[in-house]
């Protein structure tokens, strides 16, 4: 197997590569708690990590790989042949639930505390809960964010089952009615769970945004989030 990879490789460097002699590639595969893959080049030699997820893919998948990692490192088109035969293996059930059980078991994530210097997010689940969704959604862990994060506002882990709300939020100066909104936008991730479409995981289908648009203060908050955005201070929410 090692030999097929190194080859695999090698020869994406030389389809790639124009002109380029083919350097001295080291190939690995790491536990990553995930479906994640790097490649580097340092001192002349490249180095590849594959997840040890891909340990057992058929080699027409590991050449694939070798193809969209070689391409990304040398800035080039990915030749639809490999993208196409990556993504399909990628997006196979099998393969997100190993993904899936690999970020369970060797992901972290960081666990503060839901209670701030001015909110306590867990009451602020509760209130929302009951007002908008009949008590239906299973609170899940619920934390503030390490540091006071200022591109992402919230996030939804559905893997480790957390709800993480920027730090930058626990302010006086910001209205309650936005905090709300930002944690609307992470609890209706419970109610609409992503799901693959076309080959591509969708996180806001229609009904998600038509629910989001049901929020009372969802145009205020849009324009204060846009207002912050253009003053460096606070984006618009993005929940991955």
Not at 117 to 140: G, I, M, Q, T
Not at 141 to 155: A, D, Y
Not at 183 to 201: D, F, I, Q, S, T
Request: no cysteine; hydrophobic share 35%.
């Amino acid at each position: 197997m090692t030999h097929g990879l190194h080859k695999a490789f090698a020869d994406a460097f030389r389809f790639l590569g124009g002109d380029r002699p083919v350097p001295k590639i080291e190939v690995r595969f790491y536990p990553y708690a995930g479906l994640r893959h790097t490649i580097r080049i340092r001192s002349g030699r490249v180095y590849v990590r594959l997840s040890d997820i891909t340990r057992d893919a058929p080699p027409d998948v590991h050449r694939a790989l070798a193809f969209v990692l070689v391409a990304r490192l040398l800035a080039r088109r990915i030749p639809a042949i490999h993208e196409r035969v990556y993504r399909d293996y990628s997006i196979k059930a099998e393969t997100q639930r190993a993904s899936d059980i690999a970020r369970r078991s060797r992901g972290r994530k960081l666990i503060s505390s839901p209670r701030g210097r001015v909110y306590d997010l867990e009451r602020v689940f509760d209130r929302l809960n009951r007002v908008y969704f009949d008590n239906e959604l299973v609170r899940p862990t619920i934390t503030w964010s390490q540091r006071r994060t200022r591109r992402i506002l919230g996030h939804h882990d559905s893997v480790l089952e957390t709800i993480t709300i920027s730090k930058s939020l626990d302010s006086p100066d910001v209205p309650k009615w936005l905090l709300e909104y930002v944690m609307y936008h992470e609890m209706l991730h419970l109610k609409h769970p992503a799901r693959m479409v076309n080959g591509r995981r969708v996180y806001h289908p229609g009904a998600f945004r038509a629910d989001e648009r049901r929020f009372p203060h969802y145009e205020d908050a849009q324009h204060w989030l846009e207002r912050l955005s253009l003053q460096r201070r606070i984006p618009r929410v993005r929940a991955a």
